[in-house]
Each structure stands twice: as structure tokens, then as C-alpha cells.
């Protein structure tokens, strides 16, 4: 294998120098159940981030919400220093209660204190990459304006806290204002090969060298239910979320993937994805698992 198709190719990110490969690590599943607390084998998440660093990875993505702060001290011990060409994407916007609860963190105060914990748990002093993520329900964005929360984040990447920006959950409407007040660099949203509503903006985005980051590849909280991926993967000798995560690559350059597991096992088949080649009739019958309003451009 190439070295250019290694782990899906590579993506390198608008305006500049960060080059990534397409199959990344979500780091999400490190802490403990229900992403809160340490996890139950602490040796085994410093394991598999190895591995996959080891393997190849270079794209990272975390938040210290997870854990809280467990996540990012997990990848700061088995991490750091840091490979230079490692990119480690972190997100912004909630707090953990202390029973575990989900809150939002939206204020100009809540981010700034955010970026000072990711760069405190990572162990360094300028974040690579850092989403905004913004509120909404499970898998639909909230369209409301985001100027005075990416204006805040744009000022701490002008004093060099953080190198690049970008957003989650968020909306086409919501992004071209936050290019208004700074670069954006990738899109962290719900999609997959059944829920395919912003098919023409990932198209969109690609043109302008803007990656997009799919997450729940598989459905999330919901696992997709499909005879038809089941048959085609029966078929291909592969699972069904290695078909998911290769019928992403397959459908735009510009798609990251940050598929995470707590499993060395898990890992690798994750990763082996990037080498399952789909004809063009396996990709017409994926694509037919959406429905019309689903895939609409």
C-alpha cells in the first residue's frame, strides 16, 4: 500500500500546513461508562492510543468534558511529547455535572476556562485545533447566532493559545458567520450513511478545503438497523461498521473519520477499514439506504 493511501489518504486543512490522514481516533470511550470517571483499565486506553499513533494516526480528536479531564490526561500519559505531526482536535461548550449530567458551557467566561483546561490536562501550550460546540438537540443543530462565542475563541487564537478553529453541531448558516470573524478549518456534525441531510454542504465545504467530520458513523445511541448493510458486509467479510466507515471515505475527500474504541481489538478493525475497497454497485446499494429526504442535494 501507498503510503498516499495509508489510513484513507490524507485531507490537509485550509490555509494551512496541517495534514492529516483521513482515519483518525476519537478518543470518547477512553474514560469510564457513560464517558464519565476513569475507566476501568487505565493501561489498556494508554495501549490503544499507542497503537493507533503507532499505526499511523495523527489526528486525535477529545474534549476535556470527557471525564471530565480524565480523556485528555489519558492521552497527555501515553502521548506526550507529542509527534509533531500529531493534530489534536479538542471541543468546547459543556461541563460535566458531578452525577455525570451533560450542561452547556456556551459563555465567553466558560470558554476561556476551557481552553485553559485542555491546554493544563494536555500538557501544552497552544491547542491545535478547537471546535465550538454548539447546543441543539441529540442530531439537530440550534440556529442561533455564535458571534460573541467564536469571536472569544478567535481572540485566544490571536494570542496564540490556539492554532486553528472550527465548529460542531452547527449549522451552514452558523459557519459562514464564524467565517466572518476567523478561519474555519473543519465541521464536526451527525452524519451517516443513512442520515444524509447535508450531503450538498459537505460537497460545499470540500471546495473550500473545509473538512468535515462525521460523527455516530453507525447511528450512535441508535445503531442503524439495515438488511442491506448487513448483506453487504455478510458479503465483503467485513463488519457493519467497517462498511460504514469505508462508505464515508468513499463519499467525499474532504471527510475525516475519528471512529473510537477502548479496544485494541476494536482499534484495529477500525483502522482496517480504510482498506476495504467498494465497487460502484456495493456503493449504489449503500446509497439506496437513504431515503430520498434523507440524501436530498
Not at 467566561?109 to 441543539?136: A, C, I, K, P, S
Not at 451552514?172 to 474555519?184: F, H
Not at 481489538?265 to 449503500?286: F, M, Y
Amino acid at each position: 500500500m501507498t503510503e498516499a493511501k495509508k489510513l484513507g489518504g490524507t485531507f490537509t486543512l485550509s490555509g494551512t500546513d496541517v495534514t492529516m490522514h483521513r482515519m483518525g481516533y476519537g478518543a470518547m470511550q477512553l474514560s469510564g461508562p457513560h464517558i464519565f470517571g476513569p475507566p476501568k483499565d487505565r493501561d489498556q486506553a494508554v495501549a490503544v492510543l499507542r497503537e493507533a499513533v503507532n499505526a499511523g494516526v495523527n489526528h486525535i480528536d477529545t474534549s476535556d468534558f470527557y471525564g471530565p479531564h480524565v480523556t485528555n490526561q489519558i492521552i497527555r500519559e501515553a502521548l506526550h511529547p507529542y509527534p509533531k505531526e500529531l493534530t489534536i482536535v479538542t471541543k468546547l461548550g459543556a461541563r460535566r455535572g458531578e452525577d455525570g449530567s451533560w450542561n452547556p458551557a456556551q459563555s465567553v467566561e466558560d470558554l476561556q476556562q476551557g481552553v485553559h483546561d485542555n491546554l493544563r490536562n494536555l500538557g501544552v501550550d497552544v491547542l491545535d485545533v478547537v471546535n465550538l460546540r454548539l447546543m441543539g438537540d441529540r442530531f439537530v443543530p440550534k440556529e442561533e447566532s455564535i458571534e460573541e462565542r467564536f469571536t472569544a475563541l478567535a481572540e485566544l487564537q490571536r494570542k496564540g493559545l490556539i492554532r486553528h478553529l472550527g465548529l460542531s453541531h452547527a449549522t451552514p448558516s452558523q459557519v459562514e458567520e464564524a467565517r466572518k470573524i476567523a478561519p474555519v478549518v473543519c465541521v464536526q456534525n451527525h452524519y451517516n450513511l443513512a442520515h444524509r441531510t447535508e450531503d450538498a454542504w459537505i460537497d460545499a465545504l470540500g471546495k473550500d478545503g473545509i473538512a468535515y467530520v462525521p460523527y455516530f458513523p453507525l447511528g450512535g445511541f441508535t445503531p442503524l438497523q439495515s438488511d442491506e448493510l448487513s448483506a453487504v458486509a455478510a458479503e465483503l467479510g467485513a463488519s457493519l461498521m467497517q462498511v460504514a466507515l469505508a462508505w464515508l471515505l468513499h463519499r467525499a475527500d474532504n471527510i475525516l473519520l475519528i471512529p473510537g474504541t477502548s479496544s485494541l481489538a476494536h482499534l484495529r478493525e477500525n483502522l482496517a477499514a480504510a482498506d476495504l475497497v467498494l465497487a460502484p454497485e456495493v456503493l449504489a446499494r449503500l446509497n439506496a439506504i437513504a431515503t430520498p429526504a434523507q440524501a436530498a442535494h
